[in-house]
């Protein structure tokens, strides 16, 4: 555990982010596939990729389980074996970490990993049914807390104990959708202010309309490989050098803390220890800012400042494109889309296009370390991996 | 690739099958997880398992996802990396090839792997709704077709290209419930006439009421660590030998043939490979007799008999215990019970009784090599292991 690459991108693939109305999510991840195809012309699909693991958080959006082997199919890999895994809305945070494991197992050289989610045909009051599902039911969902709440009770927690402030919250809005209006593929591809972001409407206090992420359709993948055989398909490979995955009691009401999430914790801590990194070594991440205030706590679990210290961090500039450490440069959650199953795999897909100098206008200069956070449900799963320009 | 030991099974729990009221599907995982951690006493959970993947289908019945961590925090494990994957009803068969992946990767030396579904507090038009979600949404479940009605379609192309009989469908009823009746943790532990499987009701011709699985909850799981250490762990180690997964269409309406499913024959295929094993080495099997059909097509798909020969060879007594090659010696999901999600590592629990000399009245003499055959929807996925005794 000393730096060394785990696995190899050889490519990587996303879906336009939004409403994509009339297609089926398997339509959607094929667009994803046929995308890291063609980035990568020297890899054969059918004969090349050896297994898949396909993050989708809910069955219920499309009356459709059985993901692994429908996207196989859509993707061109017929008969590969094929698995879904779920972890909410870190579900393909967790298709990565398995197929991590699925390539240093020596059983598969080359391994497709990626996720999606077909939301936006469902009403607001069914997607928000389907997403409480990753909270707990007994005692959170049955007492009709949803997602909004949960990370109000941070947000709360977090301004009680630090001072942090509504103001503080809307910057990270701000940035992110600065940062949007770059991407091509966002669902929001326009700038607010930060008086839109502190007036809009309440959704559960402190959190209003922009500290939340979007209701999307999208898919994203990436194709990794044993870090001997990167070379065979592209010039350009991404490293991954450190991978973490961690779980907490689903419900919050049994954490110790809420301004702080162990899982989150301990997993930076693993895949740190793995890559040999430090946070001050980061260049720039992507982090799971499925509500504002979850940004700002990523901040704080990732050593990139102390505890308390998040609402500094953002409103120091720092973490906006040209800062020091440049933060969801892609948009985030926030003005990229959260098409929650494609989420994880979507932040590695960005640490792609940064690392091998493809992000365009919003190019971070000189990136070497990269880094991904993604989160299930209000943080009892986390997974953090580190990544490598090559 | 030549019959080493890949992974060795340490442990393994089972919960009671059946209709376990009062209980959320967590508490019934736990009390999987404690059967196992009871028969290895050397084992410290907490300590020693450094990852959990746990096979549940669907999030509709309790109307909770996120079950990779709720599962880990309810067997001790709590901060585990803990992900569910999903497969239909070959959840945790793909739980099984993603926990051996983990092994040997080296980033986990101990691996638990389950899976788990509550289902009788459903009614049977839910349960059949969310089962159907396995299958193809838009050309199978929207035109009204469920999976009674999938495997009839199977039956009647057997019968037409084979001669198949009723007679042969109900004897692999028969035959299961009679193994189940010895089974003190089986849903239905009674044995039935032939004339009562012939008479029952019609579900989908030819599918009679006995030809069918059950409605079950339940939650099993296994242990599984390097062989290296197996040692340290148990005098008894169950090595496994072999591991083969696929995939295919998820509509049965795209597939070459109704008789045979491609998926379990590519599995099968790798997993004798891998584990340098032929059929007639097989000493006993779990196969995934969700109707009665399925056991007669997976004889044929695992080469027991010859195309077509499945129907002769229930019939000749070869598949009941005392037979050459003694199948579902637990009940199957016939009579032992199908929660669905759980299925796959049951079948590798009685493969660890069985190897290990604890299936008491229904242990198979001498058994040195075992098999399990776990399906997924109609066959789009199906997981094959081969285990030996150590």
Redesign the interface.
């Known amino acids: 555990m000393n730096g060394k690459p785990l696995v190899s991108i050889v490519s990587a693939g996303l879906s336009k982010f939004g409403k994509l109305e009339g297609l089926?999510a398997r339509e959607i991840f094929a667009l994803a596939a046929k995308e890291a195809y063609d980035r990568c012309p020297k890899l054969n699909p059918k004969k090349d990729i050896k297994a898949?693991?396909v993050g989708?958080?809910?069955?219920?959006y499309?009356?459709?389980?059985?993901?692994?082997?429908?996207m196989?199919?859509w993707a061109g890999?017929?008969?590969?074996?094929?698995?879904?895994?779920?972890?909410?809305c870190a579900s393909s945070g967790?298709a990565l970490?398995?197929g991590?494991?699925?390539?240093?197992?020596?059983?598969?050289d080359t391994v497709m990993v990626g996720g999606v989610e077909k939301m936006t045909h469902r009403s607001t009051a069914e997607v928000t049914e389907y997403l409480?599902?990753?909270?707990?039911?007994?005692f959170e969902?049955w007492n009709g807390i949803t997602f909004p709440g949960l990370f109000a009770l941070m947000a709360t927690a977090h301004m009680n104990a630090y001072g942090t402030t509504e103001k503080d919250l809307s910057m990270v809005a701000v940035k992110n959708h600065y940062h949007g209006s770059m991407n091509p593929k966002a669902q929001i591809q326009k700038e607010i202010t930060l008086e839109q972001a502190l007036s809009s409407r309440v959704v559960a206090w402190p959190l209003k309309l922009y500290d939340c992420s979007l209701i999307t359709d999208g898919a994203s993948c990436i194709i990794i490989t044993k870090p001997e055989l990167a070379r065979k398909y592209t010039d350009t490979p991404v490293h991954i050098i450190g991978?973490?995955?961690?779980?907490?009691?689903?419900g919050l009401y049994e954490r110790e803390s809420f301004t702080s999430l162990?899982?989150a914790k301990?997993?930076a801590k693993q895949a740190y220890e793995m890559a040999a990194v430090k946070p001050e070594d980061v260049d720039l991440a992507e982090v799971h800012d499925c509500f504002t205030i979850a940004e700002i706590i990523a901040y704080e679990d990732l050593g990139f400042c102390k505890p308390g210290g998040g609402g500094k961090l953002v409103e120091s500039g720092e973490t906006r494109l040209g800062g020091r450490l440049p933060v969801n440069t892609s948009g985030g959650l926030k003005s990229k889309g959260h098409p929650v199953g494609a989420t994880g795999t979507a932040q590695a897909y960005e640490m792609y296009l940064q690392l091998t100098g493809q992000a365009d206008k919003r190019q971070v200069r000189d990136a070497e370390v990269g880094l991904t956070h993604n989160l299930?449900?209000s943080g009892?799963?986390a997974a953090v991996h580190v990544y490598r320009r090559a």
Chains 1, 2 share one sequence.
């Not at 890999?77 to 909410?88: C, I, K, N, S, Y």
């Not at 991590?100 to 598969?108: D, F, H, K």
């Open positions: 089926y898949l693991f989708q958080m809910g069955e219920s499309e009356h459709q389980g059985h993901t692994g082997a429908t196989a199919d890999l017929l008969h590969v074996p094929a698995t879904r895994t779920e972890a909410a967790a970490r398995a991590i494991y699925a390539v240093l197992s020596g059983l598969c409480a599902m990753a909270s707990d039911y007994p969902q991978s973490g995955q961690a779980s907490d009691t689903i162990k899982a301990i997993a299930g449900g009892a799963t």
